[in-house]
């Protein structure tokens, strides 16, 4: 069992940037495959960032590519999100999520454990 707790989130104006960690306990996340997700009100869950278990892999979603940057400390159990360049349609409520295999994925169903979320708010 892995628990993952998200932070760094906050309200930023538009131009700014913020840091999201997310902590792991449980397991090591050496062997996991992790990815950041986020939900803004009245709409679907979507895909951000994700990471291989080694770190060699990522993928972006296009809308945040060049702004943002996954990575992490397999010996801290701990991934961040970079997010410059902040944009208000940026808000929304961050998760991250954790699969038992090692490789990147961009897909929701396939991560096992997800964390509660942390807000991110974009003023204009």
């Known amino acids: 069992q892995v628990q993952l707790v998200e932070s760094g989130g906050g309200l930023v104006q538009a131009g700014g940037s913020l840091r999201l960690s997310c902590a792991a306990s449980?397991?090591?996340?050496?062997?996991?495959?992790m990815g950041w997700f986020r939900q803004a009100p009245g709409k679907e869950r979507e895909f951000v960032a994700a990471?291989?278990?080694?770190?060699?892999?990522?993928y972006y979603a296009d809308s945040v590519k060049g702004r943002f940057t996954i990575s992490r400390d397999n010996a801290k159990n701990t991934v961040w999100l970079q997010m410059n360049s902040l944009k208000p349609e940026d808000t929304a409520v961050y998760s991250c999520?954790?699969?038992?295999?090692?490789?990147?994925?961009?897909?929701?169903?396939?991560?096992?454990?997800w964390g509660q979320g942390t807000q991110v708010t974009v003023s204009s």
């Open positions: 449980g397991r090591t996340l050496s062997s996991y495959g």
């Open positions: 999520a954790a699969r038992g295999t090692g490789a990147a994925v961009r897909t929701a169903t396939w991560y096992s454990y």
């Open positions: 990471i291989s278990a080694s770190g060699g892999t990522t």
